[in-house]
């Protein structure tokens, strides 16, 4: 491991800009963030929905905070209180150099506190980077296309990058990591969110082993010209996957209501084909059909089920039968 003083490394950055937070988090609960490129933007993607401001791309950081640094700010507010230690950048968090050492230390200071890394997946096919992120609790990677031409045009990567070599790393990473892996997809409006390519993600999601996959849009004002999909046509998209995929729908900020009614059995073959979270029904679901939700849990053909920290209804048969597959 290297030495972590590092005198060699730029100290160029305000030490307050490290540590952000904490966030509470719907998905990850209480985060304190960790900035790994606290100075500016240093990425190897300029995504087109990006909140920050448009950047070249890059294959390395030019501008490094020591590890040193990072550990003595982190420690002035870690406490019991934090779920989640959050590895992010402006960019980038695993073109951080001193990404092997700075995890190290963490696992010395961090008690029960889980150490997560939110990624793009592309430095997965260093083989540094994949064995410095299997030391982590959780880990998040996007992957928002599979077609080389709409992987280019979404994530705007750098060109060494082929969207080829991400899938098989990220493939390989599922089946030897043993921590939470979450998988994030963010569709763009005529973009990623064609059925051909749709398609494509789920049939690599297939053959990957994901605790949960995080399906989102543009949120926040993007860096370019470009639209997000509507909370309805997440929904659409969200039933194309295969019902055995953990596909939960992250982006409700801009949602706007598409009450329908269903019946009992409506509501069963919902849930059936994708568990719904209470904020799905509340978008989904008109009075009545809420009432026939409300029986069918006091009936126990419903039930709810924490996943990963957020929790979703679906049919009681369904954990039966999952349950009885884990017991053969």
Avoid: W
């Amino acid at each position: 491991m290297q030495n972590i003083s590092l005198t060699s490394v730029t100290e160029s950055v305000e030490k307050d800009n490290i540590i952000f937070g904490p966030i509470h988090s719907r998905r990850f609960g209480v985060s304190l963030g960790v900035d790994l490129s606290p100075s500016h933007k240093q990425c190897n993607f300029d995504c087109l929905y990006c909140e920050l401001a448009p950047a070249a791309t890059v294959a390395k950081q030019d501008d490094v905070v020591s590890v040193t640094a990072i550990i003595e700010e982190l420690q002035k507010h870690l406490s019991d209180k934090i779920d989640v230690i959050t590895l992010t950048a402006n960019g980038e968090p695993t073109l951080y150099p001193y990404l092997d050492s700075l995890i190290e230390e963490l696992k010395k200071i961090k008690g029960n506190t889980q150490t997560l890394i939110l990624t793009n997946s592309a430095a997965l096919t260093d083989a540094k980077v994949f064995d410095s992120l299997l030391e982590l609790d959780q880990v998040k990677l996007s992957l928002d296309a599979i077609s080389p031409d709409v992987f280019k045009k979404i994530d705007r990567p750098h060109p060494s990058i082929k969207i080829e070599d991400i899938v098989q790393a990220v493939k390989n990473f599922s089946k030897a990591y043993h921590g939470k892996l979450f998988i994030e997809i963010l569709f763009v409006h005529g973009l990623n969110d064609t059925d051909e390519e749709i398609a494509k993600l789920n049939n690599v999601l297939m053959e990957i082993d994901a605790s949960r996959i995080d399906i989102g849009t543009i949120d926040r004002p993007p860096a370019y010209p470009v639209m997000g999909v509507s909370y309805k046509e997440l929904h659409e998209i969200a039933q194309k996957f295969d019902a055995s995929l953990p596909v939960h729908i992250a982006s409700r900020q801009h949602a706007e209501a598409n009450q329908q009614s269903y019946t009992k059995e409506e509501i069963i073959n919902t849930l059936d084909k994708r568990p719904l979270t209470q904020e799905d029904i509340e978008l989904l679901f008109d009075e009545t059909s809420k009432e026939f939700l409300k029986q069918l849990l006091k009936e126990e053909s419903v039930s709810k089920v924490l996943r990963e920290n957020i929790e979703f209804y679906m049919p009681t048969q369904n954990i039966q039968r999952k349950r009885a597959k884990n017991e053969h």
